[in-house]
């Protein structure tokens, strides 16, 4: 079986970041707006990562209902099961969905449905603050999660500029989250540098990592990371697009892999950094030797780490091996 074509796991996929385009292409022509700016020929058009972030909320202006939501979830699903993918966790920002806070419900629940209509593809959901809107919204967030939860919404984190604000400020939020039993993750080290992933390790206590891929910086903090078992959640492409690193030639992700971190592969928003999980593994195989041994690990690790029941990881492992064999 050739590598690009092994069942996946993918545990960094953001959900408004993974519309296709068509699809947004033809929401928008259903409400009249006009997005011919900002996808161009089936792609979405930016050119730096500041316009990269103004094209991402451009395009997200047009989900505008729960319904629209619903929808959303269900294309995203689709195409992952196109790639192979037979588990992933989506990110979602209840910040970015209609019109407060209180509207959250019910766009989580239309999510729901949206999941519930691809069976093949097991999806949990992992709600996020955004970093750069604050401490107080990050804990005002975590309480709406916590009083609002699903069978598929297991996992919290935080996105949005590492720059901003310290990782202690944020510390209450990630507390009420993993008081109310929700598995952990933070964007760090994407890029903010080692020191971000330090801050966050020591003040949100997380058990997996967004990125993270700049403690290579720092030895120190790589062993750190191995002794320690923090998952990093890798998306090799999108850091090649956003000019964390030059090429994949230069990406550390092997070198981490072979210093004992546990690494996992994912999209972060494939279609603006013309990516799949397909193309990642080709890649991962073309440029560093990787072979069916390597991607096993990755995907042993992913599903140890998934924010999900242990009946549900056994069930994965096992349709995992017998896809190997």
Known sequence: MPVADLPKTELHLHLEGA???EFMAGLAAEKGVDLSAVIEDGMYVYTDFPHFLQTYEAVSTVLQTPDDYRRLVEAVL????????????????PTLTGT????WPAYLDAMEAGADAVPEVECRFISTAVRHLGADMARETAEATVAHLTPRLTGWGMGGNEALFSAAEFAPAFDIAREAGLGITTHAGEFGGPESVRESL???RPTRL???????EDPALVDRIAAEGIVLEVNPGSN???GVYASLDDHPIDRLFRSGVPVTVSTDDPPYFHTSMRKEYADLARVFGWTRAEFDAINRVALNAAFCDAATRARLMTR????TV
Do not use: C, N, Q, W
Request: aromatic share 8%; net charge negative; proline share 5%.
């Open 19 to 21: 519309a296709p385009p």
């Open 78 to 93: 689709r195409h992952s099961k196109s790639e192979g993918v037979i588990y992933t966790e989506l990110f979602l920002a």
């Open 100 to 103: 407060s806070l209180a509207d």
């Open 202 to 204: 020591d003040h949100l």
């Open 210 to 216: 967004g990125h993270g891929v700049r403690a290579i």
């Open 240 to 242: 090649v697009m956003l």
């Open 320 to 323: 995992f091996e017998e896809a």
